[in-house]
């Protein structure tokens, strides 16, 4: 099955995706149908046949190539989740909620904005998912994550001076014990 990579978004991490029959450049720009919804994309990989990929495998699809309407979506979406971002953080603090906010992700039509966050324990967010989705006129969903999830969607340098793996290559996280900490 051919395959392509896309970055998705303004995460490090690259996707593998259905080329669908397009025919991609490096450096191109489209629209990609993933589990979370319709999302834009930059490919990053050439198209490739790939084995470990069996035909009909559940993979982001690309669309079509993005127009000049998808970029200036694209952008607003970007100018909105700043201005959410700093939305959501004035009500954090005014409801003293104890949770950082991490990513926050626009779909590229408008219809949902997932909120990432970090937290010690379980915290009761139902009045400020009520602001935000009255804010935004759009579905709002709070996602708690980890910190190595948080520092995976930040990207960022280890310490072997290149790119954090889990920002790049790796899918999931092994749990961790006390022992392997130490």
Same mark, same amino acid.
């Given at each position: 099955?051919?395959?392509? &990579?896309?970055?998705?978004? $303004? /995460? @490090?991490?690259?996707?593998? =995706? ?8 490096? &450096?191109? #720009? =489209? $629209?990609?149908?993933?589990? %979370?919804?319709? %999302?834009?994309? /930059?490919? $990053?990989?050439? !198209? ?5 990929? *069996?035909? &009909? ?9 993005? #127009?000049?309407? +998808? ?16 939305? =959501? !953080? ?7 909620? @104890?949770?950082?906010?991490?990513? !926050?992700?626009? %779909?590229? +039509? ?12 379980? !915290? ?13 006129? /759009?579905?709002?969903?709070?996602? %708690?994550?980890?910190?190595?999830? +948080?520092?995976?969607?930040?990207? &960022?340098?280890? @310490?072997?001076? *290149?790119?954090?793996?889990? #920002?790049?290559?790796? *899918?999931?996280?092994? @749990?961790? #014990? ?5």
């Amino acid at each position: 099955m051919d395959v392509v &990579g896309i970055r998705l978004g $303004v /995460t @490090p991490r690259t996707r593998h =995706c259905d080329p669908a029959g397009l025919l991609l450049e490096v &450096g191109a #720009s =489209c $629209v990609v149908d993933t589990d %979370q919804g319709l %999302q834009f994309g /930059t490919v $990053v990989a050439p !198209i490739l046949g790939n084995p470990f990929y *069996k035909a &009909g495998a559940r993979l982001p699809k690309v669309i079509r190539l993005a #127009s000049r309407d +998808d970029e200036e979506a694209y952008a607003r979406t970007l100018a909105a989740e700043e201005q959410a971002r700093a939305f =959501c !953080i004035e009500e954090i603090v005014e409801r003293n909620l @104890p949770l950082k906010l991490g990513h !926050i992700d626009r %779909q590229l +039509d408008g219809r949902k904005m997932t909120f990432y966050f970090t937290s010690e324990g379980r !915290i009761d967010f139902r009045d400020l998912v009520r602001d935000l989705s009255t804010q935004y006129n /759009t579905r709002v969903e709070m996602r %708690q994550i980890g910190d190595r999830e +948080d520092a995976a969607m930040k990207g &960022g340098c280890g @310490p072997c001076g *290149k790119q954090l793996c889990c #920002s790049t290559f790796l *899918k999931g996280f092994e @749990p961790i #014990s006390i022992k392997m900490a130490k």
